[in-house]
């Protein structure tokens, strides 16, 4: 569970990040404030879209990425910790992690942008701004890597391990 957690710590950050950087870009590319106004905004910032898409999904814990591994060795971890009800703790903070996150996707991927009277369609494209989108789609391709390469040498996980094992060996 100790690893889980060390894990779980460094991935979280990524994952929180992409999405405030996210949110910057959606303020600053298309001045948008609330989920109501992002009708359709996935087809003119379709790199944010997709590394808010990753981020939410990670959030949500589903594999490969990298929440679904911090939350399984969490999970694993309390299991055998003789802790069931703290994976049921888990899976609940995944449950209403996608209650808040999945509904903001569906908004930007599937429905028609708002009409304002008299307003022309939103001409929002993510040109100019790539001193921000760079580092959120570094941030978002950490998510996808974290989770895909968890086991590999060097890697949070194992990294996590080596600074437990004098305590737990």
Do not use: D
Not at 22 to 49: F, Y
């Amino acid at each position: 569970a100790i690893i889980g957690a060390l894990v779980h710590i460094g991935n979280h950050a990524f994952m929180k990040t992409t999405l405030f950087f996210c949110a910057g870009l959606l303020m600053r590319q298309a001045g948008i404030q609330r989920v109501s106004e992002m009708g359709g905004i996935a087809r003119n910032l379709p790199l944010t879209m997709g590394a808010f898409a990753v981020a939410a999904l990670g959030m949500i814990g589903v594999p490969p990425l990298a929440g679904f591994v911090s939350k399984w060795l969490l999970g694993t971890g309390a299991l055998e910790a003789g802790w069931p009800v703290y994976m049921a703790v888990f899976l609940g903070g995944s449950l209403l992690t996608a209650f808040y996150l999945l509904p903001i996707l569906y908004v930007a991927y599937f429905k028609e942008p708002p009409m304002v009277a008299g307003a022309e369609e939103r001409r929002v494209t993510e040109a100019g701004a790539w001193r921000m989108l760079v580092p959120t789609l570094i941030a978002a391709a950490c998510t996808v890597g974290l989770g895909v390469a968890a086991t590999a040498p060097g890697m949070p996980l194992e990294l996590a391990r080596a600074a437990v094992a004098p305590f737990w060996p």
